[in-house]
């Protein structure tokens, strides 16, 4: 979905009753719930695909109406503050914010609407009596990934592209890096960041991520993971017409239809339960007990982890039993992943 003509659904999507007087606030229980994406918005294969799909399951299980809001190219906090307003004013309950960059416009609308359960996946930096943190240990999944890389390369060299350079994606990196190294210490990993903050254009642009691939691939590496939403399309474009392997991330790529002409070179994903955290959340305040606070999720209960979908990887014996002993020792406190570089 484009992100100019995305930003037109908002008037459709995002807007419905309001007041003169700040607009009315919310029902203990959901009966209509809403998702405002991040940049990149539906269609990104990914993360946001991933919030939309917790949404739909509870349209589908829960009779929850559900309303979505798209991003618009350049916005700032003043946006997202509009948007998340809209939201709630239109009933909404829970509205969900989906990435950190929500956090600035939460924190301030949380509090015009305190009977409304605010979410905002990635992100415990800002809190309150009605604000869900819904947040994952990525790295833990990444280790994984790294472990899984290790073993596929046959060069020795593998990449990790991210999409802007922040401290969530550096958990991705970290636990990447660590979990290639862990596997085999004379591997080399390449990393690139496609911007730097506040240009977050890596998040979605599908062209800047296949150009980083392409320049990993030139220095060696078979084998690229990309933590970095719509952008990371690209790099598996480019590991699939170079023959080499991806790792996808947040969603299980390979089964994205948008991917299709790629899958076969999608070794695994990173996976991030976004789905069940953004459905379980909606449920919660239906059943007028709303999530608050910080609500994680992590490689023990299955939060994170990786996608066996490809066929290719379910033949690979050794590979999956290295990263079967690494879940392990993870869960069972005998590996403690790195959350920076």
């Keep these: 979905m484009g992100i100019a003509s ?12 309001s007041s003169s007087d700040g607009g009315s606030d919310s029902d203990s229980k959901a009966t209509k719930a809403a998702i405002a994406y991040d940049i990149g918005g539906r269609g990104d294969q990914s993360f946001n695909d991933a919030a939309y799909a917790g ?3 509870a349209e589908d299980e829960l009779g929850i109406k559900g309303a979505e809001a798209e991003p618009s190219s350049g916005e700032g906090d003043a946006d997202k503050v509009q948007r998340l307003t ?3 004013r239109a009933g909404n309950n829970p509205v969900i914010g989906v990435g950190f960059a929500y956090a600035p416009a939460i924190e301030k609308v949380a509090k015009q609407f305190p009977n409304t359960t605010f ?10 009596k009605n604000i869900a ?6 790295e833990q999944g990444s280790y994984l990934a790294g472990v899984a890389a290790a073993k596929a390369s046959k060069s020795g060299t593998v990449g990790f592209i991210g999409g802007v350079e922040v401290p969530l994606i550096k ?3 970290a636990g990447y ?7 085999n210490p004379k591997a080399k990993v390449l990393t690139q960041y496609l911007t730097q903050p506040p240009n977050f254009d890596g998040f979605a642009k599908p062209d800047l991520g296949k150009a980083a691939a392409e320049g990993q691939l030139d220095k060696g590496a078979d084998v690229i993971y990309a933590a970095a939403g719509l952008a990371g399309s690209g790099a598996i474009e480019a590991a699939s017409k170079a023959g080499k392997w991806s790792i996808g991330v947040d969603s299980d790529q390979y089964n994205q239809a948008g991917l299709a002409e790629y899958k076969d070179s999608i070794l695994t994903s ?18 007028g007990k709303p999530q608050t606070g910080e609500v994680r999720y992590g490689l023990a209960t299955d939060g994170v982890g990786l996608a066996d979908s490809n066929p290719k990887y379910k033949s690979m014996t050794d590979l999956i039993a290295a990263v079967e002993k690494a879940k392990k020792d993870i869960v069972d406190g005998k590996i403690t992943v790195k959350t920076a570089p």
């Design 133 to 138: 943190n819904l947040v994952f240990n990525e």
């Design 119 to 128: 979410g905002i996946i990635d992100d415990t930096s800002v809190t309150g």
């Design 6 to 17: 995305a930003a037109l659904a908002l008037s459709a999507t995002a807007c419905g009753k």
């Design 55 to 57: 949404l739909k399951k």
């Design 270 to 287: 990173v996976t991030k339960d976004v789905s069940d955290s953004v459905f379980n959340l909606i449920k919660s305040v239906k059943d």
């Design 177 to 183: 890096v660590q979990g290639v190294k862990d596997t």
């Design 86 to 88: 809209s939201l709630a």
């Design 171 to 173: 958990k991705f990196e």
